[in-house]
């Protein structure tokens, strides 16, 4: 299976500041999210990232907070910009695979990455 | 709206048996999704079902009933690393995954 290389693993961060996450998958793929997990709770999705156009954002996440890019099939950064303690979480990059046949393809299985553990002082 | 339901906790013995259920109400279905996330860890794939029935992997099995909005991950056999969060999503109409809150399964001795 593909490898989904995400960094930092973790980083403690000051208020105010920002903190860019990168994600680089080693095959390419059709596509490729972020989310974020809070403590204790599930994943929330924040948003699609697109290749060569601006993502494309859920409800309750806007692009001057968390500026996403993908320059190519295989890579994709995520910036939580002026961090507060709220956004101390876990951000988690995942992909669809773009191999196994069109039976695998279909089913639109996501992988993830290792994830980045944010704290925000 | 669109939600998932599952058991926020549950506890087995090990050696064990264990079911855990999901139910779902989303618009549109695509397919349903167990993962499993270990502590400070990213989720792993489990098994993916679409059509009613039981997938079979190993130590695990999968069951949907999408007229009930039903599903069951069942794991045999339990052994202590089987201690972990279990995820159900389900893939809407729009293929966006739904997610659960998740089962955090303790093993016990």
């Known amino acids: 299976s593909a490898v989904i290389s995400q960094k930092p693993s973790r980083d403690i961060c000051q208020r105010g500041t920002s903190l860019t996450i990168q994600c680089q998958v080693d095959?390419?793929?059709?596509?490729m999210f972020w989310y974020r997990q809070q403590p204790g709770q599930s994943l929330t999705l924040i948003a699609t990232?697109?290749?060569?156009?601006?993502?494309?954002?859920e409800s309750g996440f806007v692009i001057d907070k968390f500026p996403i890019s993908r320059p190519n099939l295989t890579f994709s950064t995520l910036t939580v910009s002026n961090m507060s303690p709220e956004d101390s979480s876990i951000y988690l990059c995942s992909r669809i695979p773009w191999t196994g046949g069109f039976e695998e393809a279909a089913k639109n299985i996501q992988y993830f990455g290792a994830g980045t553990r944010l704290s925000v002082l | 709206g669109q939600n998932i339901d599952q058991p926020t906790e549950m506890t087995a013995t090990e050696g064990a048996i264990v079911q855990i259920n999901c139910t779902y109400q989303?618009?549109?279905?695509?397919?349903l999704f167990w993962y499993q996330q270990h502590a400070g860890e990213a989720p792993t794939f489990l098994s993916y079902n679409v059509l009613d029935g039981l997938e079979e992997k190993g130590r695990f099995s999968s069951f949907l009933s999408r007229s009930k909005g039903y599903s069951y991950l069942l794991l045999k056999e339990l052994q202590m690393k089987d201690s972990a969060s279990y995820l159900c999503a389900v893939m809407d109409s729009n293929y966006q995954l739904i997610w659960g809150a998740g089962t955090k399964l303790i093993i016990k001795p």
């Open positions: 989303t618009s549109g279905f695509n397919g």
């Open positions: 095959s390419q793929v059709t596509m």
């Open positions: 990232a697109n290749q060569g156009s601006e993502a494309t954002y």
